[in-house]
């Protein structure tokens, strides 16, 4: 039986989430599923508004699509400004 | 009667493993911008591969449903999502089977501009967003 890590790594998932479907099985236990998955994209993210310069959003957009272009998804403006401050706030010191 | 005694695979008379994971494939019904996809389309491909990788697999259609993409500013979407699910043996349950699903998923994925692909393995979510093979 494959551990979870070797199953993240066969299907290169960037995240896994346990769901709270306790049995899965039959058209209703597939209706619980489908409603836990449905929980998953809105349970780990919260969403924020911050003032950009024209320039920086310009830039970042740009910089979106060089890298929509090197992989192989689109990557947004949002995405990537994400990715960016929740890597710089994961290596800053706890204040 | 010894409950202890009785053999389903002889009562039954199979011969094929009995699954003991379940795995879960979503296929979506419109693609990250809320564009229908032709979802049809990826109904007829996931239960050949799941078939082919794990000896059998359903297709189970759904009622309308609604999620929240965080990644495009918390847009709701409506869909609705076929599920195609397999019981799985052991044995079948490998990394070169799920890396072989994985490349059809991809596939999903970017074909159907899918801001995520995701597949239930006993309980887990594992959530595809690298569409690199496939």
């Known amino acids: 039986m494959l551990h979870e890590d070797e199953i993240r790594r066969a299907l290169r998932a960037g995240r896994v989430v346990p769901l709270q479907a306790p049995n899965p099985h039959g ?16 349970a780990d993210r ?12 310009a830039k970042l957009e740009q910089l979106a699509r060089a890298e929509g272009e090197a992989t192989a998804r ?19 010191p706890n204040g | ?36 996809i032709d979802q049809e389309y990826w109904v007829n491909e996931a239960p050949p591969t799941l078939g082919r990788l794990f000896r059998g ?15 495009r500013g918390g847009t709701l ?10 019981y ?18 991809s596939r999903m994925g970017r074909e159907a501009k899918q801001g995520e692909i995701g597949v239930v393995i006993d309980g887990k979510y594992f959530g595809i967003t690298d569409y690199a093979e496939g």
């Open chain 2, 88 to 105: 799985v043996a052991d044995p079948d349950l490998t990394t070169p089977a799920l890396a072989d699903l994985y490349r059809t998923l």
């Open chain 2, 77 to 86: 979407l409506t869909e609705e999502p076929v599920l195609v699910f397999s």
């Open chain 1, 74 to 92: 689109p990557v947004t403006a949002a995405e990537l400004a994400a990715a960016v401050v929740e890597q710089f706030v994961a290596t800053a």
């Open chain 2, 57 to 71: 697999a359903t297709a189970y259609p759904r009622g309308k449903g609604v999620w929240r993409d965080d990644r």
């Open chain 2, 1 to 36: 009667m010894d409950a202890s005694s009785v053999k389903p695979e002889e009562v039954f008379r199979t011969s094929l493993p009995v699954g003991a994971s379940l795995v879960v494939v979503f296929v979506p019904s419109k693609d990250r911008d809320g564009q229908p």
């Open chain 1, 46 to 57: 919260e969403d924020l508004s911050i003032p950009l310069r024209r320039e920086t959003r």
């Open chain 1, 27 to 42: 058209p209703l236990g597939l209706e619980q599923l489908a409603a836990a998955v449905a929980r998953v994209g809105a």
